[in-house]
Protein backbone atom coordinates (compact mmCIF):
# COMPACT_ATOMS: atom_id res chain seq x y z
CA UNK A 1 0.00 0.00 0.00
CA UNK A 2 1.24 3.47 -0.17
CA UNK A 3 1.15 6.20 1.99
CA UNK A 4 -2.35 7.38 0.37
CA UNK A 5 -3.82 3.99 1.53
CA UNK A 6 -4.02 3.31 -2.04
CA UNK A 7 -2.39 -0.18 -4.07
CA UNK A 8 0.86 0.46 -5.56
CA UNK A 9 0.63 -0.21 -9.34
CA UNK A 10 3.40 -3.22 -8.83
CA UNK A 11 0.33 -5.00 -6.51
CA UNK A 12 -2.48 -3.79 -9.14
CA UNK A 13 -0.62 -5.46 -12.09
CA UNK A 14 -0.08 -8.23 -9.75
CA UNK A 15 -4.23 -8.98 -8.82
CA UNK A 16 -4.67 -8.16 -12.80
CA UNK A 17 -1.98 -11.21 -13.38
CA UNK A 18 -3.70 -13.98 -11.40
CA UNK A 19 -5.08 -16.49 -12.65
CA UNK A 20 -8.64 -17.90 -12.05
CA UNK A 21 -10.05 -21.18 -11.60
CA UNK A 22 -11.71 -20.74 -14.87
CA UNK A 23 -8.51 -19.68 -16.97
CA UNK A 24 -7.74 -22.53 -19.40
CA UNK A 25 -6.19 -22.76 -22.78
CA UNK A 26 -9.60 -24.12 -24.83
CA UNK A 27 -10.92 -27.48 -25.21
CA UNK A 28 -9.40 -30.14 -26.37
CA UNK A 29 -12.04 -31.33 -29.33
CA UNK A 30 -12.21 -28.72 -32.34
CA UNK A 31 -16.92 -28.36 -31.61
CA UNK A 32 -16.13 -27.54 -27.68
CA UNK A 33 -13.41 -24.65 -27.99
CA UNK A 34 -14.23 -21.53 -26.88
CA UNK A 35 -10.68 -20.67 -28.35
CA UNK A 36 -10.62 -21.56 -32.21
CA UNK A 37 -11.65 -18.68 -33.35
CA UNK A 38 -9.46 -16.09 -31.43
CA UNK A 39 -6.84 -17.98 -31.09
CA UNK A 40 -6.15 -20.23 -33.96
CA UNK A 41 -2.79 -20.42 -34.82
CA UNK A 42 -2.47 -20.45 -38.56
CA UNK A 43 -0.27 -23.04 -39.12
CA UNK A 44 1.38 -24.54 -42.64
CA UNK A 45 -1.35 -27.17 -42.76
CA UNK A 46 -3.63 -24.57 -42.67
CA UNK A 47 -2.53 -22.80 -45.41
CA UNK A 48 -2.22 -25.73 -47.67
CA UNK A 49 -5.73 -27.10 -47.22
CA UNK A 50 -7.45 -23.52 -47.68
CA UNK A 51 -4.69 -22.76 -51.01
CA UNK A 52 -6.60 -23.58 -54.13
CA UNK A 53 -3.16 -24.44 -56.05
CA UNK A 54 -2.32 -27.27 -53.15
CA UNK A 55 -4.26 -30.71 -54.70
CA UNK A 56 -3.68 -32.41 -51.55
CA UNK A 57 -7.40 -33.97 -50.47
CA UNK A 58 -6.84 -36.27 -47.84
CA UNK A 59 -5.67 -34.91 -44.14
CA UNK A 60 -4.74 -37.69 -42.48
CA UNK A 61 -3.36 -38.11 -39.10
CA UNK A 62 -3.97 -39.16 -35.64
CA UNK A 63 -7.01 -38.47 -33.36
CA UNK A 64 -5.79 -34.84 -31.24
CA UNK A 65 -3.81 -33.90 -34.63
CA UNK A 66 -5.99 -30.91 -34.73
CA UNK A 67 -7.98 -31.88 -38.38
CA UNK A 68 -11.29 -30.98 -37.26
CA UNK A 69 -9.89 -27.52 -35.63
CA UNK A 70 -8.31 -26.78 -39.30
CA UNK A 71 -11.51 -27.82 -40.89
CA UNK A 72 -14.01 -25.15 -38.87
CA UNK A 73 -11.17 -22.75 -39.07
CA UNK A 74 -12.15 -23.26 -42.88
CA UNK A 75 -15.63 -22.96 -42.70
CA UNK A 76 -15.84 -20.02 -40.28
CA UNK A 77 -12.89 -17.69 -42.75
CA UNK A 78 -14.64 -18.86 -46.20
CA UNK A 79 -18.06 -20.01 -45.11
CA UNK A 80 -19.71 -19.21 -48.66
CA UNK A 81 -18.00 -20.88 -50.05
CA UNK A 82 -17.47 -24.65 -48.04
CA UNK A 83 -20.21 -27.13 -47.82
CA UNK A 84 -20.15 -29.85 -45.07
CA UNK A 85 -21.04 -33.14 -45.48
CA UNK A 86 -21.57 -34.78 -41.97
CA UNK A 87 -21.79 -38.81 -42.37
CA UNK A 88 -24.26 -39.13 -39.95
CA UNK A 89 -26.63 -37.81 -42.49
CA UNK A 90 -25.91 -39.56 -44.81
CA UNK A 91 -27.89 -43.01 -43.92
CA UNK A 92 -25.02 -45.40 -43.58
CA UNK A 93 -25.93 -47.56 -41.07
CA UNK A 94 -29.11 -48.09 -43.30
CA UNK A 95 -26.84 -49.07 -46.48
CA UNK A 96 -24.84 -51.78 -44.30
CA UNK A 97 -27.19 -52.93 -42.18
CA UNK A 98 -29.51 -53.61 -45.35
CA UNK A 99 -29.63 -57.19 -46.28
CA UNK A 100 -29.23 -57.14 -49.84
CA UNK A 101 -25.67 -55.23 -49.33
CA UNK A 102 -24.69 -57.58 -46.49
CA UNK A 103 -25.16 -60.38 -48.90
CA UNK A 104 -23.74 -58.99 -51.82
CA UNK A 105 -20.80 -57.99 -49.75
CA UNK A 106 -20.13 -61.36 -48.48
CA UNK A 107 -20.28 -63.11 -51.78
CA UNK A 108 -17.42 -61.28 -52.87
CA UNK A 109 -19.02 -58.53 -55.67
CA UNK A 110 -17.92 -55.32 -56.21
CA UNK A 111 -19.48 -52.52 -55.21
CA UNK A 112 -17.86 -49.75 -55.48
CA UNK A 113 -19.66 -48.56 -58.56
CA UNK A 114 -22.54 -48.11 -56.73
CA UNK A 115 -20.89 -46.34 -53.74
CA UNK A 116 -18.71 -44.06 -55.97
CA UNK A 117 -21.81 -43.15 -57.50
CA UNK A 118 -23.59 -42.26 -53.99
CA UNK A 119 -20.93 -40.06 -53.28
CA UNK A 120 -20.74 -38.15 -56.44
CA UNK A 121 -25.15 -37.96 -56.15
CA UNK A 122 -24.33 -36.37 -52.96
CA UNK A 123 -21.70 -34.04 -53.78
CA UNK A 124 -23.45 -32.93 -56.63
CA UNK A 125 -26.77 -32.08 -55.36
CA UNK A 126 -25.06 -30.62 -52.20
CA UNK A 127 -22.57 -28.04 -54.18
CA UNK A 128 -26.04 -27.56 -56.81
CA UNK A 129 -28.34 -26.54 -53.39
CA UNK A 130 -25.27 -24.47 -51.82
CA UNK A 131 -24.72 -22.50 -54.85
CA UNK A 132 -28.27 -21.57 -56.43
CA UNK A 133 -29.82 -21.45 -52.86
CA UNK A 134 -32.73 -22.92 -54.13
CA UNK A 135 -34.69 -23.03 -51.28
CA UNK A 136 -38.82 -22.97 -52.44
CA UNK A 137 -40.45 -25.58 -54.34
CA UNK A 138 -40.80 -22.36 -57.40
CA UNK A 139 -36.99 -21.88 -56.93
CA UNK A 140 -36.09 -25.22 -57.24
CA UNK A 141 -38.34 -25.99 -59.86
CA UNK A 142 -37.03 -22.34 -61.78
CA UNK A 143 -33.22 -23.75 -61.91
CA UNK A 144 -34.33 -27.15 -62.90
CA UNK A 145 -35.64 -25.49 -66.03
CA UNK A 146 -33.02 -23.19 -66.72
CA UNK A 147 -30.31 -25.86 -66.17
CA UNK A 148 -31.64 -28.54 -68.29
CA UNK A 149 -32.87 -25.57 -71.31
CA UNK A 150 -28.88 -25.07 -70.99
CA UNK A 151 -27.97 -28.32 -71.28
CA UNK A 152 -30.25 -29.89 -73.57
CA UNK A 153 -28.79 -27.47 -76.35
CA UNK A 154 -25.06 -29.49 -75.80
CA UNK A 155 -25.70 -32.64 -77.26
CA UNK A 156 -22.41 -34.42 -75.41
CA UNK A 157 -24.77 -33.59 -71.75
CA UNK A 158 -27.96 -34.72 -73.08
CA UNK A 159 -27.43 -37.98 -70.63
CA UNK A 160 -26.87 -35.24 -67.63
CA UNK A 161 -30.21 -34.34 -68.78
CA UNK A 162 -31.80 -37.56 -68.55
CA UNK A 163 -30.06 -37.87 -65.28
CA UNK A 164 -32.52 -35.20 -63.60
CA UNK A 165 -35.26 -36.52 -65.17
CA UNK A 166 -34.67 -39.88 -63.51
CA UNK A 167 -35.11 -37.85 -60.33
CA UNK A 168 -37.74 -35.23 -60.82
CA UNK A 169 -38.98 -33.67 -57.55
CA UNK A 170 -36.99 -36.32 -55.66
CA UNK A 171 -33.66 -34.70 -56.45
CA UNK A 172 -34.35 -31.95 -53.40
CA UNK A 173 -34.63 -34.42 -50.64
CA UNK A 174 -32.49 -34.38 -47.72
CA UNK A 175 -29.46 -36.40 -48.22
CA UNK A 176 -30.59 -39.38 -46.27
CA UNK A 177 -33.78 -39.59 -47.88
CA UNK A 178 -31.70 -39.41 -51.26
CA UNK A 179 -29.54 -42.25 -50.60
CA UNK A 180 -32.43 -44.17 -49.22
CA UNK A 181 -34.02 -43.44 -52.86
CA UNK A 182 -31.36 -45.00 -54.49
CA UNK A 183 -30.69 -47.67 -52.23
CA UNK A 184 -34.10 -49.02 -52.07
CA UNK A 185 -34.23 -48.46 -56.12
CA UNK A 186 -31.31 -51.15 -56.30
CA UNK A 187 -32.71 -53.46 -53.73
CA UNK A 188 -35.60 -53.60 -55.66
CA UNK A 189 -33.88 -54.53 -58.42
CA UNK A 190 -31.65 -57.03 -57.54
CA UNK A 191 -34.46 -59.08 -55.61
CA UNK A 192 -36.23 -58.71 -58.93
CA UNK A 193 -33.50 -60.16 -60.94
CA UNK A 194 -32.91 -62.97 -57.61
CA UNK A 195 -36.84 -64.13 -58.17
CA UNK A 196 -36.51 -64.13 -62.17
CA UNK A 197 -33.32 -66.30 -61.53
CA UNK A 198 -33.42 -68.45 -58.84
CA UNK A 199 -37.22 -67.89 -57.42
CA UNK A 200 -38.53 -66.63 -54.45
CA UNK A 201 -36.28 -68.35 -51.86
CA UNK A 202 -33.74 -66.41 -52.66
CA UNK A 203 -35.36 -63.12 -52.54
CA UNK A 204 -35.75 -64.08 -48.38
CA UNK A 205 -32.46 -65.25 -48.19
CA UNK A 206 -31.08 -61.84 -49.55
CA UNK A 207 -33.31 -59.93 -46.76
CA UNK A 208 -31.39 -62.17 -44.13
CA UNK A 209 -28.02 -60.57 -45.38
CA UNK A 210 -24.58 -62.54 -44.79
CA UNK A 211 -25.54 -65.10 -42.84
CA UNK A 212 -27.44 -66.75 -45.77
CA UNK A 213 -24.58 -67.22 -47.57
CA UNK A 214 -23.07 -69.86 -45.07
CA UNK A 215 -25.26 -72.87 -46.60
CA UNK A 216 -24.10 -71.14 -50.07
CA UNK A 217 -22.41 -73.20 -52.21
CA UNK A 218 -19.15 -72.10 -53.92
CA UNK A 219 -20.87 -72.40 -57.71
CA UNK A 220 -23.86 -71.12 -56.52
CA UNK A 221 -22.23 -67.88 -54.95
CA UNK A 222 -20.27 -67.50 -58.28
CA UNK A 223 -23.71 -67.30 -59.90
CA UNK A 224 -25.51 -65.07 -57.96
CA UNK A 225 -22.11 -62.76 -58.42
CA UNK A 226 -22.63 -62.88 -62.18
CA UNK A 227 -25.94 -62.21 -62.16
CA UNK A 228 -25.96 -59.38 -59.19
CA UNK A 229 -22.50 -57.88 -60.44
CA UNK A 230 -24.53 -56.77 -63.69
CA UNK A 231 -27.42 -54.49 -61.94
CA UNK A 232 -23.84 -53.21 -59.92
CA UNK A 233 -22.11 -51.90 -62.98
CA UNK A 234 -25.59 -50.37 -64.53
CA UNK A 235 -25.25 -48.02 -62.20
CA UNK A 236 -25.47 -44.57 -63.36
CA UNK A 237 -22.27 -43.58 -63.72
CA UNK A 238 -22.06 -42.90 -67.18
CA UNK A 239 -24.87 -40.62 -66.64
CA UNK A 240 -23.57 -39.26 -63.46
CA UNK A 241 -20.17 -38.48 -65.19
CA UNK A 242 -21.64 -36.34 -68.03
CA UNK A 243 -22.93 -34.48 -64.99
CA UNK A 244 -19.28 -34.11 -63.70
CA UNK A 245 -18.85 -32.35 -66.99
CA UNK A 246 -22.01 -29.89 -66.08
CA UNK A 247 -20.62 -29.11 -62.97
CA UNK A 248 -17.19 -27.79 -64.12
CA UNK A 249 -18.47 -26.01 -67.19
CA UNK A 250 -21.79 -24.42 -66.25
CA UNK A 251 -22.22 -24.92 -62.60
CA UNK A 252 -18.86 -24.01 -60.87
CA UNK A 253 -17.96 -22.33 -64.13
CA UNK A 254 -15.76 -19.12 -62.84
CA UNK A 255 -13.73 -18.56 -59.91
CA UNK A 256 -16.28 -16.25 -58.24
CA UNK A 257 -18.13 -19.80 -57.54
CA UNK A 258 -14.94 -21.60 -55.92
CA UNK A 259 -16.37 -24.74 -53.61
CA UNK A 260 -15.05 -26.49 -50.83
CA UNK A 261 -16.33 -29.59 -49.60
CA UNK A 262 -15.42 -30.69 -46.26
CA UNK A 263 -16.14 -34.40 -44.88
CA UNK A 264 -14.94 -34.94 -41.44
CA UNK A 265 -16.23 -37.24 -38.93
CA UNK A 266 -15.40 -40.69 -40.86
CA UNK A 267 -14.03 -42.24 -38.13
CA UNK A 268 -16.95 -42.22 -35.76
CA UNK A 269 -18.59 -45.94 -35.19
CA UNK A 270 -21.81 -45.93 -37.79
CA UNK A 271 -21.58 -48.57 -39.91
CA UNK A 272 -20.20 -52.04 -40.22
CA UNK A 273 -16.09 -52.29 -40.53
CA UNK A 274 -16.07 -53.82 -43.50
CA UNK A 275 -18.20 -51.93 -45.66
CA UNK A 276 -17.22 -49.02 -43.79
CA UNK A 277 -14.11 -49.18 -45.39
CA UNK A 278 -15.26 -49.79 -48.50
CA UNK A 279 -17.49 -46.56 -48.61
CA UNK A 280 -14.82 -44.56 -47.67
CA UNK A 281 -12.42 -46.14 -49.60
CA UNK A 282 -14.78 -45.22 -52.71
CA UNK A 283 -15.19 -41.43 -51.41
CA UNK A 284 -11.44 -41.23 -51.84
CA UNK A 285 -12.12 -42.54 -55.72
CA UNK A 286 -14.63 -40.34 -56.03
CA UNK A 287 -13.01 -37.43 -55.24
CA UNK A 288 -9.76 -38.87 -57.03
CA UNK A 289 -12.56 -38.66 -60.12
CA UNK A 290 -13.32 -35.18 -59.04
CA UNK A 291 -10.45 -33.33 -59.37
CA UNK A 292 -10.98 -32.51 -62.97
CA UNK A 293 -13.91 -30.12 -61.84
CA UNK A 294 -11.50 -26.93 -61.72
CA UNK A 295 -13.61 -24.44 -58.79
CA UNK A 296 -13.64 -27.32 -56.75
CA UNK A 297 -11.40 -28.75 -53.90
CA UNK A 298 -12.96 -31.72 -51.50
CA UNK A 299 -11.56 -32.08 -48.30
CA UNK A 300 -11.73 -35.70 -46.36
CA UNK A 301 -10.37 -36.00 -42.72
CA UNK A 302 -9.64 -39.69 -41.76
CA UNK A 303 -7.70 -41.06 -38.73
CA UNK A 304 -4.12 -42.67 -39.92
CA UNK A 305 -4.99 -46.34 -38.87
CA UNK A 306 -8.51 -46.01 -40.51
CA UNK A 307 -6.26 -45.13 -43.80
CA UNK A 308 -3.91 -47.77 -43.53
CA UNK A 309 -6.03 -50.42 -43.35
CA UNK A 310 -8.31 -48.96 -46.52
CA UNK A 311 -7.74 -51.91 -49.45
CA UNK A 312 -6.17 -49.73 -52.32
CA UNK A 313 -6.07 -53.24 -54.20
CA UNK A 314 -6.85 -54.65 -57.61
CA UNK A 315 -10.18 -52.45 -57.59
CA UNK A 316 -8.75 -49.04 -57.77
CA UNK A 317 -6.66 -49.97 -60.70
CA UNK A 318 -3.29 -49.38 -58.95
CA UNK A 319 -4.09 -46.17 -58.14
CA UNK A 320 -2.94 -46.29 -54.44
CA UNK A 321 -0.01 -43.69 -55.06
CA UNK A 322 -2.20 -41.30 -56.53
CA UNK A 323 -4.28 -41.36 -53.51
CA UNK A 324 -0.86 -41.17 -51.54
CA UNK A 325 0.04 -38.37 -53.31
CA UNK A 326 -3.07 -36.26 -52.56
CA UNK A 327 -2.17 -37.31 -48.69
CA UNK A 328 -1.56 -34.42 -46.14
CA UNK A 329 -0.18 -35.66 -42.69
CA UNK A 330 -1.21 -33.42 -40.14
CA UNK A 331 1.92 -33.50 -38.13
CA UNK A 332 3.19 -30.72 -35.68
CA UNK A 333 6.66 -29.49 -34.89
CA UNK A 334 8.14 -28.59 -31.74
CA UNK A 335 8.47 -24.83 -32.72
CA UNK A 336 4.88 -24.87 -34.13
CA UNK A 337 3.24 -26.32 -30.58
CA UNK A 338 4.70 -23.28 -28.86
CA UNK A 339 3.42 -20.58 -31.39
CA UNK A 340 -0.15 -22.42 -31.18
CA UNK A 341 0.02 -22.47 -27.55
CA UNK A 342 1.27 -18.97 -27.26
CA UNK A 343 -1.75 -17.70 -29.92
CA UNK A 344 -3.85 -19.73 -27.23
CA UNK A 345 -2.38 -17.99 -23.98
CA UNK A 346 -2.91 -14.78 -25.72
CA UNK A 347 -6.44 -15.27 -26.32
CA UNK A 348 -7.27 -16.83 -23.33
CA UNK A 349 -5.63 -13.93 -21.21
CA UNK A 350 -7.56 -11.07 -23.48
CA UNK A 351 -11.15 -13.11 -22.42
CA UNK A 352 -10.03 -12.75 -19.07
CA UNK A 353 -8.29 -9.25 -19.13
CA UNK A 354 -5.73 -10.66 -17.76
CA UNK A 355 -2.62 -8.49 -17.83
CA UNK A 356 1.10 -9.70 -18.38
CA UNK A 357 0.25 -13.25 -20.88
CA UNK A 358 1.50 -12.40 -24.21
CA UNK A 359 3.19 -15.84 -24.68
CA UNK A 360 3.09 -19.50 -23.76
CA UNK A 361 6.71 -18.46 -21.72
CA UNK A 362 5.08 -16.04 -19.66
CA UNK A 363 2.90 -18.20 -17.96
CA UNK A 364 5.26 -21.50 -17.55
CA UNK A 365 8.32 -21.53 -14.72
CA UNK A 366 11.66 -19.40 -16.43
CA UNK A 367 13.95 -22.28 -17.04
CA UNK A 368 16.57 -22.68 -15.24
CA UNK A 369 20.23 -25.16 -14.75
CA UNK A 370 18.91 -27.04 -11.79
CA UNK A 371 15.43 -27.82 -13.32
CA UNK A 372 15.55 -27.01 -16.90
CA UNK A 373 13.01 -25.95 -19.74
CA UNK A 374 9.33 -26.23 -18.04
CA UNK A 375 7.47 -26.17 -21.58
CA UNK A 376 10.21 -28.74 -23.19
CA UNK A 377 9.09 -30.87 -20.38
CA UNK A 378 5.54 -30.44 -20.92
CA UNK A 379 6.12 -31.13 -24.86
CA UNK A 380 7.96 -33.79 -24.63
CA UNK A 381 5.37 -35.51 -22.43
CA UNK A 382 2.59 -35.24 -25.54
CA UNK A 383 2.83 -36.99 -29.05
CA UNK A 384 3.33 -33.47 -30.17
CA UNK A 385 -0.22 -33.20 -30.97
CA UNK A 386 -2.28 -29.96 -30.27
CA UNK A 387 -4.89 -32.15 -27.75
CA UNK A 388 -1.91 -33.54 -25.75
CA UNK A 389 -0.42 -29.91 -25.05
CA UNK A 390 -3.60 -28.01 -24.16
CA UNK A 391 -4.91 -31.38 -21.68
CA UNK A 392 -1.77 -31.10 -19.68
CA UNK A 393 -1.51 -27.61 -19.51
CA UNK A 394 -5.20 -27.55 -18.60
CA UNK A 395 -4.10 -29.93 -16.02
CA UNK A 396 -1.50 -27.74 -14.50
CA UNK A 397 -4.07 -24.50 -14.37
CA UNK A 398 -6.87 -25.94 -12.62
CA UNK A 399 -4.32 -26.60 -9.84
CA UNK A 400 -3.37 -22.88 -10.40
CA UNK A 401 -6.11 -20.42 -8.97
CA UNK A 402 -4.80 -17.40 -7.32
CA UNK A 403 -1.18 -17.53 -8.90
CA UNK A 404 0.20 -15.28 -11.37
CA UNK A 405 1.97 -17.98 -13.33
CA UNK A 406 2.39 -22.02 -13.11
CA UNK A 407 5.21 -23.31 -10.90
CA UNK A 408 7.04 -27.09 -11.16
CA UNK A 409 5.14 -28.05 -8.29
CA UNK A 410 2.04 -27.57 -10.06
CA UNK A 411 3.42 -29.27 -13.21
CA UNK A 412 4.38 -32.36 -11.42
CA UNK A 413 1.10 -32.73 -9.36
CA UNK A 414 -0.71 -32.54 -12.63
CA UNK A 415 1.58 -35.31 -14.21
CA UNK A 416 -0.52 -38.19 -12.87
CA UNK A 417 -3.99 -37.17 -13.78
CA UNK A 418 -2.77 -35.71 -17.28
CA UNK A 419 -0.92 -39.35 -17.83
CA UNK A 420 -3.98 -41.28 -16.54
CA UNK A 421 -5.86 -39.65 -19.58
CA UNK A 422 -3.58 -40.24 -21.95
CA UNK A 423 -3.61 -43.39 -21.58
CA UNK A 424 -7.17 -44.37 -21.38
CA UNK A 425 -7.77 -42.32 -24.94
CA UNK A 426 -4.78 -43.82 -26.04
CA UNK A 427 -6.87 -47.01 -25.88
CA UNK A 428 -10.36 -45.58 -26.99
CA UNK A 429 -8.11 -44.32 -30.30
CA UNK A 430 -7.22 -47.62 -30.61
CA UNK A 431 -9.30 -50.58 -29.29
CA UNK A 432 -11.97 -50.35 -32.54
CA UNK A 433 -8.81 -51.82 -34.47
CA UNK A 434 -6.82 -53.76 -31.54
CA UNK A 435 -9.69 -54.67 -28.90
CA UNK A 436 -8.41 -55.31 -25.76
CA UNK A 437 -5.08 -53.23 -26.12
CA UNK A 438 -5.51 -51.75 -22.85
CA UNK A 439 -4.87 -55.39 -21.56
CA UNK A 440 -1.54 -55.36 -23.34
CA UNK A 441 -1.02 -51.66 -22.10
CA UNK A 442 -1.31 -53.20 -19.01
CA UNK A 443 1.09 -55.68 -18.98
CA UNK A 444 3.80 -52.73 -18.75
CA UNK A 445 2.52 -51.53 -15.21
CA UNK A 446 5.42 -50.76 -12.88
CA UNK A 447 8.13 -51.87 -15.63
CA UNK A 448 10.95 -49.89 -15.96
CA UNK A 449 11.55 -46.58 -18.36
CA UNK A 450 14.20 -47.55 -19.97
CA UNK A 451 14.34 -51.24 -21.03
CA UNK A 452 17.16 -53.62 -22.37
CA UNK A 453 15.86 -56.06 -25.29
CA UNK A 454 15.71 -58.55 -22.41
CA UNK A 455 13.35 -56.89 -20.33
CA UNK A 456 11.14 -55.58 -22.93
CA UNK A 457 11.29 -59.52 -24.24
CA UNK A 458 9.47 -60.66 -21.04
CA UNK A 459 6.78 -58.03 -21.41
CA UNK A 460 6.02 -59.10 -24.50
CA UNK A 461 5.72 -62.52 -24.04
CA UNK A 462 3.46 -61.86 -20.84
CA UNK A 463 1.55 -59.73 -23.90
CA UNK A 464 1.21 -62.65 -25.97
CA UNK A 465 0.45 -65.12 -23.42
CA UNK A 466 -2.97 -63.18 -22.86
CA UNK A 467 -4.07 -65.58 -25.77
CA UNK A 468 -4.78 -68.22 -23.04
CA UNK A 469 -7.29 -65.73 -20.85
CA UNK A 470 -10.37 -66.27 -22.24
CA UNK A 471 -11.17 -62.84 -20.98
CA UNK A 472 -9.06 -61.26 -23.75
CA UNK A 473 -10.48 -59.87 -26.91
CA UNK A 474 -7.83 -59.49 -29.14
CA UNK A 475 -6.52 -62.99 -29.33
CA UNK A 476 -7.59 -62.85 -33.28
CA UNK A 477 -5.09 -59.66 -34.23
CA UNK A 478 -2.49 -60.72 -31.63
CA UNK A 479 -2.34 -64.21 -33.13
CA UNK A 480 -1.32 -62.64 -36.35
CA UNK A 481 1.13 -60.30 -34.60
CA UNK A 482 2.90 -63.37 -32.63
CA UNK A 483 3.18 -65.93 -35.44
CA UNK A 484 6.92 -65.12 -35.57
CA UNK A 485 7.52 -65.88 -32.43
CA UNK A 486 5.87 -69.18 -32.18
CA UNK A 487 7.20 -70.55 -35.50
CA UNK A 488 10.40 -68.81 -35.40
CA UNK A 489 13.14 -71.71 -36.37
CA UNK A 490 16.31 -68.90 -36.30
CA UNK A 491 15.41 -67.27 -33.28
CA UNK A 492 16.19 -63.52 -34.59
CA UNK A 493 14.92 -61.38 -32.05
CA UNK A 494 14.49 -58.50 -34.16
CA UNK A 495 11.75 -60.67 -36.57
CA UNK A 496 10.38 -62.43 -33.85
CA UNK A 497 9.70 -59.11 -32.07
CA UNK A 498 9.28 -56.73 -35.15
CA UNK A 499 5.39 -56.86 -35.64
CA UNK A 500 4.41 -56.65 -31.96
CA UNK A 501 7.08 -53.55 -31.54
CA UNK A 502 5.59 -52.15 -34.87
CA UNK A 503 2.07 -51.72 -33.13
CA UNK A 504 3.22 -50.33 -29.95
CA UNK A 505 5.97 -47.87 -31.79
CA UNK A 506 3.07 -46.84 -34.02
CA UNK A 507 0.76 -45.82 -31.31
CA UNK A 508 3.23 -43.90 -30.11
CA UNK A 509 3.46 -46.22 -26.24
CA UNK A 510 6.95 -46.85 -26.68
CA UNK A 511 10.23 -45.96 -28.61
CA UNK A 512 13.87 -46.25 -28.65
CA UNK A 513 17.30 -45.33 -29.06
CA UNK A 514 19.93 -46.51 -31.46
CA UNK A 515 24.04 -46.77 -30.42
CA UNK A 516 25.86 -44.01 -30.56
CA UNK A 517 22.70 -42.23 -30.58
CA UNK A 518 21.37 -38.93 -27.78
CA UNK A 519 17.97 -38.65 -29.06
CA UNK A 520 15.26 -40.88 -28.49
CA UNK A 521 12.99 -41.92 -31.63
CA UNK A 522 9.36 -42.32 -31.57
CA UNK A 523 6.27 -42.55 -34.02
CA UNK A 524 5.91 -38.89 -34.06
CA UNK A 525 9.72 -38.28 -34.80
CA UNK A 526 9.84 -40.79 -37.62
CA UNK A 527 6.75 -42.50 -38.83
CA UNK A 528 8.30 -45.06 -40.82
CA UNK A 529 10.58 -46.40 -38.66
CA UNK A 530 9.42 -49.28 -37.29
CA UNK A 531 8.56 -50.68 -40.47
CA UNK A 532 12.25 -51.93 -41.12
CA UNK A 533 12.98 -54.81 -39.80
CA UNK A 534 16.89 -53.29 -39.73
CA UNK A 535 16.06 -50.66 -37.68
CA UNK A 536 14.57 -52.73 -34.75
CA UNK A 537 17.53 -55.20 -35.27
CA UNK A 538 20.02 -52.19 -34.38
CA UNK A 539 17.90 -50.91 -31.63
CA UNK A 540 19.25 -51.80 -27.83
CA UNK A 541 17.07 -49.62 -25.49
CA UNK A 542 13.94 -49.30 -25.34
CA UNK A 543 11.40 -46.51 -24.19
CA UNK A 544 8.03 -45.69 -22.58
CA UNK A 545 6.82 -42.65 -23.68
CA UNK A 546 6.96 -40.18 -21.31
CA UNK A 547 3.25 -38.92 -21.10
CA UNK A 548 2.08 -42.47 -20.05
CA UNK A 549 5.15 -43.31 -17.41
CA UNK A 550 3.10 -42.22 -14.89
CA UNK A 551 -0.59 -43.74 -15.53
CA UNK A 552 1.60 -47.07 -15.56
CA UNK A 553 3.97 -46.22 -12.12
CA UNK A 554 7.09 -46.61 -14.25
CA UNK A 555 10.00 -46.82 -12.67
CA UNK A 556 12.77 -44.72 -13.21
CA UNK A 557 16.34 -45.46 -13.99
CA UNK A 558 19.46 -43.82 -13.65
CA UNK A 559 20.89 -42.66 -16.99
CA UNK A 560 24.13 -43.48 -15.73
CA UNK A 561 23.86 -47.21 -16.19
CA UNK A 562 24.11 -46.54 -19.75
CA UNK A 563 23.57 -50.05 -21.08
CA UNK A 564 23.68 -52.35 -18.18
CA UNK A 565 20.03 -53.96 -18.28
CA UNK A 566 17.56 -52.19 -16.32
CA UNK A 567 15.79 -55.54 -15.26
CA UNK A 568 17.73 -56.12 -12.43
CA UNK A 569 15.81 -53.16 -10.77
CA UNK A 570 12.93 -54.85 -11.79
Known amino acids: MTSTGKASPLVTRLVKRRLGSDFTLGGEQAEADPLLGNGFYES ?22 GKSALLQRLETERGDHVIRINPENLSLPYITGLGVVQYLSEIGLNLDPLFIALW ?7 IIKHRYKVTTP ?11 EKINRDPSKRQALEYLDDFEGKFW ?27 IAHVAGLKAGATSTKA ?29 NVLDEDILDSPQNYTYVVVDDLDRDWVDDKVANDLIRCLFRAVLDLKRVQNLKILVALRTNIFEELDFGSRTGGQEEKFRALTLNVRWTQNELIAMLTERVRAAAEQHSIDGLGSIEDLVPHPNNTRGNALEYILNRTLMRPRDAIAYLNECLALASGKTRLTWDLIHNAERSYSHKRLLALRDEWKATYPGIDDVLHKFSQAPEVMSRTTLTKVLDEAILLMADRTFSGVVWMTTL ?46 EFAESVRNISRVQEFFIHPAFRAAIDAKEVVESRGWEDPSETW
Not at 44 to 65: C, E, K, M, P, V
Not at 120 to 126: A, F, M, N, R
Open 216 to 244: ISTEVRGSHAERFQRIVNATQLARLNKMM
Open 44 to 65: GLYRAIASRQDSRAFLIGRTGG
Open 173 to 199: LETDERIREIITKFEQEVDKEAEASFG
Open 138 to 148: ASKQTFLRTLM
Open 482 to 527: SEPVWSSIQQDWAEMYHPLFRLLFNLGFLGCRLPGESALVYVHDQP
Open 120 to 126: KHVILVE
